[in-house]
């Protein structure tokens, strides 16, 4: 079975930096699409961020220009790099993979997710 572990949240002041990173096992990364979302109590949750087989990205109106996914096949791990935070990115937040069945699909199930890891934004 699948696994996948979020670590790098924490406490940062607003305008500061955080980086996420998540690290796979346990099936075919490289043929996976991968995703972060975000929870903020009280909310729904919420697609940050994408990035598929092609290295295509997209991400939500909120982070837009903020935040950057990426993803290294050799050590199986997706990060987010997030700039710029303001308190309302605060939210826990969990990596998610899907399979994606050519080079050219999407994801259209995320069968994989992590733990989730606390991420606070103070003002």
């Known amino acids: 079975q699948g696994h996948l572990v979020e670590s790098g949240g924490g406490l940062v002041q607003a305008g500061g930096s955080l980086k996420l990173s998540c690290t796979a096992t346990g099936f075919s990364f490289s043929t996976y699409g991968l995703a972060w979302f975000r929870q903020a109590p009280g909310k729904e949750r919420e697609l940050v961020a994408t990035?598929?087989?092609?290295?295509?990205?997209s991400y939500s109106e909120s982070v837009k220009g903020r935040f950057t996914v990426a993803r290294d096949n050799n050590k199986n791990m997706v990060v987010l790099q997030m700039n710029s935070l303001k308190p309302e990115d605060t939210a826990v937040y969990s990596c998610?993979?899907?399979?994606?069945?050519?080079?050219?699909?999407?994801?259209?199930?995320?069968?994989?997710w992590g733990q989730g890891t606390q991420v606070t934004v103070s003002s």
């Open positions: 998610a993979a899907g399979p994606i069945r050519d080079l050219y699909s999407f994801v259209s199930e995320y069968t994989y």
């Open positions: 990035i598929d087989r092609l290295l295509r990205t």
